[in-house]
């Protein structure tokens, strides 16, 4: 049996576990059913699918209830999107990931893609749209930098971090931007860069008409 038999099975037996405590997912299923945010959640499931070996048969409420039931990190993002009030009420029925910490003062934009982001902090003034990260990125203020004002990053469009990246103090970050494994940002990246290394310098700029 190949591997990606082997993948498929192990997401039906995922499926059938998540229907089996559905229950468990009520509260979290009517808040995302009801409320303002379905659009862009679905947006954010549509980005991190492809984690699912079936997920062409699946609808986007059956995926969030398996990304819900499955996957830590996923509860923390879905938490974020609700909105403090709202999952203040619902989070303790199923904890979320206390090493993926997303601020509810971060602003961020429609679909957010991620993969095992432990040890990751997004705390950013605000992420555009087709954001994506994996594991160890901290975004965040300088600690002590009285210059800085605890003001947090400004990260665009299209922006890509490598693991245990490190974006750091009042800067911005650009549309289309890779930030490469282990960069430590402490200046402005401008539009349509690769950065590589420790401080950041950019590698390629491409020229996007």
Known sequence: MDNNRKREIRDYI?????????????????TYG???QKKIINGDLDTIRHQIKIRKKLPHWLTLLFFLHHNSYYRSFFYYRIGPVKSLFIRWLRPSCKTFIIPYSTKIGKNLWFAHPYSTVLNAASIGDNFKCIHCVTIGTKEGMKAAGGRRPVIGDNVSVGCHACIIGP???????????GCVVVKDIP????VVGNPARILKKENHQ
């Open 14 to 30: 995922g499926l059938v576990s998540s229907l089996l405590f559905s229950w468990l997912y009520l509260p979290h299923l009517v």
């Open 171 to 181: 800067v911005t970050i650009g549309n289309n931007v890779t930030i490469g494994a």
């Open 191 to 194: 539009d349509n860069c690769t």
């Open 34 to 36: 009801f409320g303002k």
